[in-house]
């Protein structure tokens, strides 16, 4: 150790020339400050460029083949309105058609931006084009994971340390993006092994398991529930306490044996396990002593195989491409997503009788299996029809749309947003670029604070989510007084569309125009341009913002904006 | 005429029942409306049994052992110290000073057991008396009782949550808008209620949205928008609220200061004292949180100064409901998911129990001074006497508030649940 009281005056600078030094440091290390700041801030508040469609050719092979399979599915609901004697809406116009899609597949409106390029198309294929781009949007295989996952294992944390449920909705996000075929998605989530963290599919299974001194485990009953809800479409967990009252179509021993195909999964130290040897142990009602259940499933037993562990047996049967239950379920929710409402209702009680079928099920189902279970193609067949292109309203104000016209897919149905698609949309229409994943980073930050925020306040509908469910005060408060309005609305030319519409548009009945465009995608009707034009003209520059505001909050506030249409 | 001004802001909707019975007193009943008349006569029925519930939840786990039930000089004691209360026999955790001298006037259950031993699933079956099932989402207590027990005259949430947890009572299959409404410590101002604007700028935003709202009911049917969105009725409901007097009710600042002090200087204290103003403006059900009771190191400590809390804003919030002869027709409870391990862990925490732990009643009818149950000073798990599940609270509640908890309600799902599969346990019961 040398001495530090007698330092070597040869290592030391003459105080001239340290001081020179020193500032010379200064500057470098401000200048370096300055250049790295700006180096983040550009990086933060840089936009990406959005690209065309890839998989876009209006002639292409796969589109004329969606055309096809939507035009036989129109054929079923045109002979059920001809003898209903019921005549359809009109067809909704593109813009419309888009607002829907990107509220299905996004969560949220599209942009101003959007709008712009939409209009830019051919008249001929402009939703096709939408939807092709929506369909490569990372925001659209998140977002309808997350809506998926919700049937699959609900919306709570669960267990604490051995799920995951961050992991299961990127995972299932990854298989939509890579389109992997559904029957083979669900065979890995119902058969998953291994540790929920390696094997995102396995929390699935983990979701379940019961922390208490009772057992330590997956629970079988919980894995029957969801497996027959989420990919069967039935609902055989009523009589797991007592036989079916309504209609005695399943007797609790259905729902056990069924249950009894879980019951070899367990927790170990590499995560989820078979145990060849456990059993699935009952106390039947009116018993007193518990009875060994063994697996049987409950209808088309010939399509189950042979070989197998159990879960991988109830896998296989399941998602056979002859057990029409899996690929109506699939239907029946990919339309529910899109369409706002289930085609058959309550979404996970699909009758297994043809007969009682609604129209357009079978068909789809049938186009389903027979391409592969791709989700991608189902998600363009149901929105290339026509009960997904009709107006939601009539064009003759004497005959306005009637609950027989909905009741019957002859109008597109109103459906309440989301609270997260009401936040995404305030979001966004404040906005006037597109908040994706080219987004400037700082403005996605900022987007997924307030929206958690909001849905906090405006609350969670949960899993039952295509529920009839009743708007609420605190989400009137929220829209008139909250703060993500007021913000979204405030006077900020950085970021708020209301502001740069202000500024930019050229005069009042372009600014009125785009502020229509941004919060409903649609342009205003005479009756509303005129009275917000009028509001417009003749102000001083602060005023106009005033009314700009005012147009927003209106707009923000009014029905059209809260409910899908 | 704007719709959007049209909410029923009319003399009568502003009136209390016992303004009403006042008025009517002084000037005899002749005037009154058939409405008005069996309101006054509905008041009358509602003041023989109870018809609120403020909720004290203990959010994380109160420890029994520290608190409602200790086993002083035991094992499981692990040296906690104990008090004596003013019913003979019965002691009380050291930091529930005021609490026991209230015990005459409240109801101990020893003997709870939930099934659920994980935060999520046990504070669910707490809230709603049901387990978690993944084909419904069960009503909470709270909204169950404000959707069976309606009251036309408030403008203010029926519903309300302090400082509510992760985890806020909700009206599940019964709907959104029997959630509860969330406000923070009261001392905040409460979130949305005013308007951002004055109101000259509120009439042109409403007569703008007017404009927006006709071009959208254009082609669609009649009933749209008073049926099928409600928008206006919500927006309505909405505006009234923001102006009523109700809303002071929220404002603790408006109490006198020794009643504010007598609560203790903390956001639950504080909420105590809103909870009870707003039992008194009519709210049916309140819940107030106190977090900080999931004690898995140091649970000695972090239950004490939890408790200290606890007592110092119960014990006032039941004097309170007394002296302002609300404490018959108001049900007070106070527990928590779950209780906590006799057995300390090596951190000297103590971890979840749910084989047997307390909560405490008060007022509304329930047996004054009594000690349900008692679960033996064992390190192991054995059943408690007299075990009561948690599902037997919530029917024992409802019943005492006149509602049938076997009745069937059924679901939007078209599947009939009834409003608790729990005992009704009489012998809670003042009148059993």
Redesign the interface.
């Known amino acids: 150790m040398s001495d530090v009281t007698s330092p070597n005056p040869s290592a030391v600078p003459t105080p001239s020339a340290n001081s020179e030094n020193r500032r010379w440091q200064g500057w470098l290390c401000i200048g370096a400050i300055v250049v790295g700041f700006a180096m983040v801030a550009n990086w933060l508040w840089r936009p990406n460029s959005r690209p065309a469609p890839h998989h876009f050719h209006p002639e292409n092979q796969e589109l004329s083949g969606v055309r096809e399979s939507a035009r036989i599915v129109d054929d079923a609901f045109a002979n059920h309105w001809e003898k209903e004697t019921i005549s359809p809406a009109p067809p909704a116009d593109d813009l419309t058609i888009a607002r829907r899609l990107s509220l299905a597949l996004t969560g949220t409106i599209p942009s101003l931006e959007e709008v712009r390029s939409i209009e830019a198309q051919p008249e001929n294929h402009r939703v096709q084009w939408w939807l092709s781009r929506l369909l490569e949007d990372p925001r659209s295989s998140d977002y309808v994971a997350e809506r998926l996952a919700r049937a699959y294992v609900?919306v709570?944390?669960?267990?604490?340390l051995v799920y995951r449920r961050r992991r299961l909705v990127r995972w299932i996000s990854e298989q939509l993006q890579s389109h992997r075929p559904y029957d083979e998605m669900v065979r890995e989530l119902i058969s998953a092994e291994g540790l929920w963290t390696t094997n995102p599919a396995a929390n699935f299974i983990t979701a379940t398991i019961?922390?208490?001194?009772k057992k330590e485990g997956p629970d079988q009953i919980?894995l029957a529930?969801?497996t027959t809800?989420a990919f069967l479409g039935v609902?055989i967990?009523?009589v797991q306490c007592h036989d079916d009252k309504f209609g005695d179509r399943w007797k609790q021993e259905d729902f056990h044996q069924l249950a009894a195909f879980y019951s070899e999964a367990e927790m170990k130290l590499t995560g989820v396990r078979d145990d060849r040897k456990k059993h699935h142990e009952v106390q039947f009602r009116g018993d007193s002593e518990t009875s060994t259940v063994s697996p049987v499933v409950p209808f088309a037993p010939e399509l189950m195989p042979a070989q197998g562990s159990h879960r991988e047996q109830l896998a296989a049967w399941t998602t056979h491409p002859e057990n029409r239950a899996f690929a109506r379920t699939a239907v029946n929710r990919v339309w529910a997503i899109l369409y706002g409402q289930p085609l058959v209702s309550?979404i996970?009680?699909i009758p297994l009788d043809p007969a009682q079928l609604p129209p357009g099920m079978e068909l789809l189902a049938e186009d389903f299996i027979t391409h592969d279970f791709d989700i991608a193609r189902l998600i363009r067949v149901i929105a290339e029809s026509r009960p997904y292109q009709l107006?939601?309203?009539?064009?003759?104000?004497e005959q306005?749309?009637?609950?027989a016209q909905e009741k019957n897919w002859a109008a597109f149905p109103?459906t309440?947003l989301r609270p997260e698609q009401v936040a995404n949309s305030v979001v966004q229409a404040s906005y006037l670029d597109t908040i994706d994943e080219a987004a400037p980073f700082l403005i996605q930050l900022a987007k997924f604070g307030q929206q958690q925020d909001f849905v906090k306040?405006y609350?969670d509908?949960?899993?039952?989510e295509f529920?009839?469910?009743?708007?609420?005060?605190?989400?009137?408060?929220?829209l008139?007084?909250?703060k993500l309005v007021?913000e979204r609305t405030d006077n900020n030319p950085v970021i708020n569309a209301v502001t740069r519409i202000n500024s930019l548009a050229p005069d009042p009945k372009t600014a009125v125009e785009a502020a229509y465009l941004c919060l409903f995608t649609r342009r205003?009707?005479k009756?509303?341009s005129a009275?917000?034009v009028q509001?417009l003209s003749n102000q001083g520059k602060n005023a106009r913002h005033?009314v700009m505001e005012?147009?927003y909050?209106?707009?923000l506030?009014?029905?059209?904006f809260?409910?899908n249409h | 005429m704007n719709p959007f001004f049209n909410h029923a802001c009319g003399t009568s909707d502003h009136w209390s029942r016992r303004t009403l019975l006042k008025t009517a007193g002084l000037s005899g009943l002749g005037w009154l409306t058939p409405l008005a008349d069996s309101l006054a006569i509905q008041s009358e029925k509602n003041r023989t049994r109870p018809r609120s519930v403020i909720l004290l939840w203990m959010q994380g786990g109160i420890s029994q052992l520290d608190t409602f039930d200790p086993h002083p000089d035991t094992e499981v004691a692990y040296g906690a110290r104990t008090i004596k209360t003013a019913l003979p026999g019965i002691q009380l955790g050291e930091s529930l000073v005021q609490t026991a001298e209230l015990l005459p006037e409240m109801t101990l259950v020893r003997s709870m057991v939930s099934l659920?031993?994980?935060h999520?699933r046990a504070m669910y079956q707490a809230k709603t008396g049901y387990r978690?099932?993944?084909?419904?989402?069960h009503a909470s207590l709270g909204s169950i009782i404000c959707h069976e027990l309606p009251d036309s005259q408030l403008d203010i949430?029926t519903h309300v949550s302090i400082l509510p947890s992760q985890w806020p009572a909700r009206g599940g299959?019964l709907?959104?808008?029997w959630?509860a409404?969330?406000i923070g410590d009261p001392t905040q101002a409460i979130?949305?209620?005013?308007?951002?604007v004055d109101d000259e700028?509120t009439k042109?935003?409403l007569a703008?949205?007017n404009?927006?709202?006709?071009?959208?009911a254009?082609?669609?049917?009649?009933n749209?928008?008073s049926e099928?969105?409600?928008?206006r009725d919500?927006?309505a409901?909405?505006?009234r609220?923001?102006s009523s007097d109700q809303l002071a009710a929220f404002d603790v600042k408006q109490a006198p200061a020794a009643e504010r002090d007598a609560y203790g200087d903390t956001p639950f204290g504080r909420g105590c004292l809103a909870a009870v103003r707003l039992i008194e403006s009519g709210v049916r059900c309140v819940e107030v949180t106190l977090n900080g009771w999931d004690t898995h190191a140091n649970n000695a400590e972090g239950q004490q100064t939890q408790a200290a809390i606890l007592d110092t804003a119960m014990a006032a919030l039941i004097r309170d409901l007394k002296n302002r002869d609300l404490l018959d027709e108001t049900i007070v409870v106070c527990g928590s998911e779950f209780g906590r391990t006799p057995k300390q862990n090596p951190l000297e925490g103590r971890d979840h129990w749910?084989h047997g732990f307390s909560i405490a009643l008060a007022g509304g009818g329930f047996r004054k001074g009594y000690v349900h149950g008692s679960t033996s000073p064992s390190m192991e798990?054995t059943e408690p006497a007299d075990k009561v599940m948690v599902a037997d609270i919530h029917a024992t509640i409802q019943h005492a508030l006149g509602i049938d908890p076997e009745y069937e309600y059924m679901t939007?799902?078209?599947?009939p649940i009834a409003f608790s599969e729990g005992r009704v346990r009489r012998e809670l019961l003042a009148d059993a």
């Open positions: 609900g709570e944390n669960g267990p604490f019961e922390q208490n001194d919980q529930i969801r809800r609902r967990d009523c309550p996970d009680d107006d939601s309203r009539s064009h003759d104000p306005p749309i009637t609950e109103l309440r306040r609350g509908l949960g899993e039952g529920d009839e469910q009743s708007g609420t005060i605190p989400q009137r408060l929220l008139m007084n909250g007021k205003p009707t009756v509303e009275h917000f509001l005033r005012d147009l909050w209106s707009l506030n009014a029905t059209e809260s409910w | 659920e031993g994980d999520e978690i099932n993944p084909s419904v989402l949430p299959y709907g959104a808008q959630d409404f969330k979130p949305d209620v005013s308007s951002r700028r042109q935003r703008d949205l404009v927006v709202e006709g071009a959208f254009q082609g669609r049917a009649a749209l928008g099928r969105t409600l928008h919500l927006m409901k909405a505006r609220m923001m749910p798990k939007p799902a078209n599947r």
